[in-house]
């Protein structure tokens, strides 16, 4: 079985972010970057599938030479090779799917993961979109998986449950958490992936399709009041809740 | 111009989001001059598709089939694209729900449109649409423009208002759906339900508890208040990693996002991934025994206090001021 997965070096979740002085995009000044969480479970799925039905994963990962950074990880985590598709400029998603849909044509696999959303643009986009763009069928936020005889079956998480779906091989899926528990990179893994070596080529280049006009802060919330400090506030918190926010 | 929305429905009962999309829609085409036409697909669906026309739809295109009762993306996402062609729609407006945010962007690509996902607001600047939308999980906010002919928006659920319905009814106008082995290659075969009452996404109060109620049994305590103020019940990650809440509650960056017009945080510190998931409701109310908690500094109204004590309070309260006792 032919397994991809498309990776994204991310700011750490847990990172506060400023914005550049060109108040476009955000200052990359002392921020750490990591695999995008999705993602990890993404890749660690693929792991899983390799492990049970044999064959070999790429992780592929577009953008500048700091994603070499992550896709470091994804070998130590146990990925086959890894493929920089190198690109210095900011993309949107469309633009980012044409390119990854261009490689994955290339290498056609079984299986190609995403995770559901980056954690920096949010959008949520560029996995279903390359399923489009290859013609494929495919299955997003997925929260289990399996696959018997070139058949998935997978179950999705929408709104007050799980959608079941059936989808036939080759196809995307996008990983939501709760898919499965990521591995840690072994010590024989991480000192392995040292000496395997990452493909670099060129990205395709394609023109985005949004322009972005502006980042900024959102506003800062105007003063919370605190109400009290026990259970004698409860009445005046009811009381503000019915009659200055109208509420309940 | 005109504008195409797709109007959700499962189990041929709308979603809200489906009115807030087709009254937004209706708003931007006020401001343009345009047409707003909805497109509803599903198994038996004649019979809603007219109502869209109480929230500004002028026409209201129907695609049915047994097999589209399910959601089925490859055939939605056709079925869209195409709907948008015929009509000459250059603007496609889609709830950013489960459904729409798995549609959108095959929609996108069929109409070779920029996306803007998940957006907060869309304005009318000098003729175009400028959207609004959260990236860094709500730290930053964005504005862009899409510049190709086709343009695609998903709009985050419970963000826009949908308002009443006018009463109005819209003209139906069926189209063939059609369907080819390729539409049906990944289909939606059953849905699951969830044990949970009312599901954190959908629900207009949400009450959240954190890793301070000490224990899964707590959580009764949390569903009282709940139930009291008709809400969902809602867990912080630390809670669902404990095994004490199952993960479809939980709210956050690795959660759901979600923008109730209550939400009520009980012994939750207000980490940045929480925050991420909740901070775009419209009142936050913060119940936490430390007043350096940051979930402080996004509440609208907090009692700095036990949990164990207010809790309990806080529902009689509630129950007394709607009548409930
Ligand atoms: C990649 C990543 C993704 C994440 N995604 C999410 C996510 O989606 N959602 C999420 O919630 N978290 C997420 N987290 C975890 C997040 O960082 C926090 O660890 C988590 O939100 C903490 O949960 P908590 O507030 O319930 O617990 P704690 O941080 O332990 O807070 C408990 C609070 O309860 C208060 N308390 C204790 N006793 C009482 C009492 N008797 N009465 C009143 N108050 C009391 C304490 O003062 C404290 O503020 C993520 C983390 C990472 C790294
Ligand atoms: N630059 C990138 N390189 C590789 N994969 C990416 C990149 N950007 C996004 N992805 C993948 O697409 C998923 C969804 O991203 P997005 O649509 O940007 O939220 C991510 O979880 C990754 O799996």
């Given at each position: 079985m032919k397994l991809a997965v498309c990776i994204n070096h991310v700011p750490d979740t847990a990172t506060k972010i400023n914005i550049a002085a060109d108040g476009k995009a955000i200052d990359r000044t002392g921020v750490t970057y990591i695999i995008g969480p999705y993602d990890e479970f993404a890749l660690e799925e693929c792991l899983r599938l390799k492990e049970k039905n044999g064959g070999d994963v790429t992780a592929i990962s577009l953008g500048g030479d700091t994603h070499k950074e992550t896709l470091r990880k994804a070998l130590a985590m146990g990925a086959d090779k890894a493929v920089l598709l190198k690109d210095d400029n900011a993309r949107d998603s469309f633009a980012v799917a044409r390119a990854l849909a261009d490689y994955l044509k290339e290498i056609s696999p079984d299986v190609v993961f995403f995770g559901k959303q980056s954690v920096d643009y949010d959008?949520?986009?560029?996995?279903?979109?390359?399923?489009?763009?290859?013609?494929?069928?495919?299955?997003?936020?997925?929260?289990?998986l399996e696959i018997v005889n070139g058949k998935a079956t997978a179950e999705r998480e929408i709104e007050g449950g799980r959608e079941v779906v059936e989808a036939t091989l080759p196809a995307v899926f996008t990983a939501q958490k709760g898919l499965n528990e990521p591995r840690y990179p072994s010590l024989k893994g991480i000192m392995g992936a040292k000496s395997k070596p990452i493909e670099e080529r060129p990205a395709s280049v394609v023109a985005g399709k949004t322009e972005l006009i502006k980042m900024e802060k959102p506003p800062a919330k105007a003063g919370g009041k605190i109400v009290g400090t026990d259970a004698g506030a409860v009445p005046e918190l009811v009381r503000l809740l019915h009659e200055e926010a109208k509420v309940i | 111009m005109k504008i195409l929305v797709f109007a959700?429905?499962?189990?041929?009962?709308?979603?809200?989001?489906?009115f807030e999309a087709v009254k937004t829609a209706r708003s931007i085409a006020d401001q343009l001059n345009g047409e707003v036409i909805a497109l509803v697909v599903g198994g038996d669906v004649q019979s809603i598709a007219p109502s869209l026309g109480g929230y500004g739809a002028q026409k209201v295109l129907i695609a049915e089939d047994p097999r589209l009762a399910h959601y089925a993306s490859r055939a939605y996402a056709r079925l869209v694209?195409?709907?948008?062609?015929?009509?000459?729609?250059?603007?496609?407006?889609?709830?950013?729900?489960a459904m729409g945010k798995d549609l959108a962007p095959r929609v996108a690509v069929r109409l070779d449109a920029g996306l803007a996902s998940d957006c907060t607001a869309l304005n009318v600047e000098g003729g175009e649409i400028v959207a609004t939308r959260p990236v860094y999980a709500g730290k930053a906010l964005t504005q862009l423009k899409v510049n190709s002919a086709s343009k695609v928006f998903t709009l985050r659920p419970n963000v826009f208002a949908a308002g009443?319905?006018?009463?109005?009814?819209?003209?139906?106008?069926?189209?063939?759906?059609?369907?080819?082995?390729?539409?049906?290659?990944?289909?939606?075969?059953?849905?699951?339900?969830?044990?949970a009452r009312l599901d954190v996404s959908e629900a207009d109060i949400i009450v959240t508890g954190g890793r301070g109620l000490k224990g899964p049994e707590h959580f009764a305590m949390i569903e009282q208040l709940a139930e009291a103020l008709g809400a969902a019940v809602g867990a912080s990650r630390a809670v669902v990693d404990a095994g004490w809440r199952p993960h479809d509650e939980q709210v956050g960056q690795t959660g759901k996002t979600v923008s109730p017009s209550l939400y009520v945080a009980v012994a939750v510190s207000g980490?940045?991934?929480?925050?991420?998931?909740?901070?775009?409701?419209?009142?936050?109310?913060?119940?936490?025994?430390?007043?350096?908690?940051p979930i402080f500094q996004v509440a609208n109204y907090g009692i700095v206090g036990d949990a164990f004590e207010i809790i309990p309070a806080l529902t009689a309260e509630v129950k007394k001021m709607l009548g409930k006792n």
């Open positions: 959008d949520g986009a560029v996995g279903v979109m390359v399923a489009e763009m290859l013609g494929m069928p495919s299955v997003s936020v997925c929260v289990k | 959700e429905q499962r189990e041929n009962k709308f979603k809200k989001p489906a694209a195409d709907a948008a062609e015929a009509h000459q729609a250059t603007i496609v407006l889609i709830p950013a729900t009443e319905s006018s009463g109005a009814v819209a003209p139906v106008e069926r189209m063939s759906a059609d369907l080819t082995e390729q539409d049906l290659s990944c289909v939606a075969t059953e849905i699951k339900q969830s044990s980490a940045i991934q929480h925050l991420a998931g909740m901070s775009s409701s419209k009142y936050i109310v913060a119940i936490n025994k430390d007043k350096d908690a």
